[in-house]
């Protein structure tokens, strides 16, 4: 299975629709002259989703031996409009998540 196809299968898994690729998008994201993520965004049209029309997905790796690879999507809702502000948005959530913790 290709990267794309992979995400396609994610973003169908996780929000429960069909999509098509539209583009790949180079982001680069600074947080006090540091560089905190670099990588590349792919959009996704979204076939039939209640919400949203564009899906912003991407994924890494980890250090997780059983989950060797986490799959990042973020809907095209609310301050999310573009590939940059999908991954400042995924960024928060983490962090979020990580001072829970």
């Not at 962090?95 to 913790?101: I, K, Q, S, T, V």
């Amino acid at each position: 299975m290709s990267y794309i196809e992979s995400l396609k299968d994610v973003i169908r898994k996780l929000h429960g629709v069909e999509s098509s690729h539209i583009e790949s998008v180079p982001v680069t994201e600074t947080f006090n002259g540091q560089t905190v993520w670099d990588g590349i965004v792919e959009v996704f049209k979204l076939h039939g989703h209640p919400e949203a029309d564009t899906a912003y997905a991407w994924s890494h790796s980890t250090d997780d031996q059983v989950n060797p690879i986490r799959h990042i999507t973020v809907l095209h809702l609310g301050p999310v409009i573009s590939a940059e502000t999908a991954v400042r948005a995924a960024i928060l959530q983490e962090f979020r998540a990580n001072a829970e913790a």
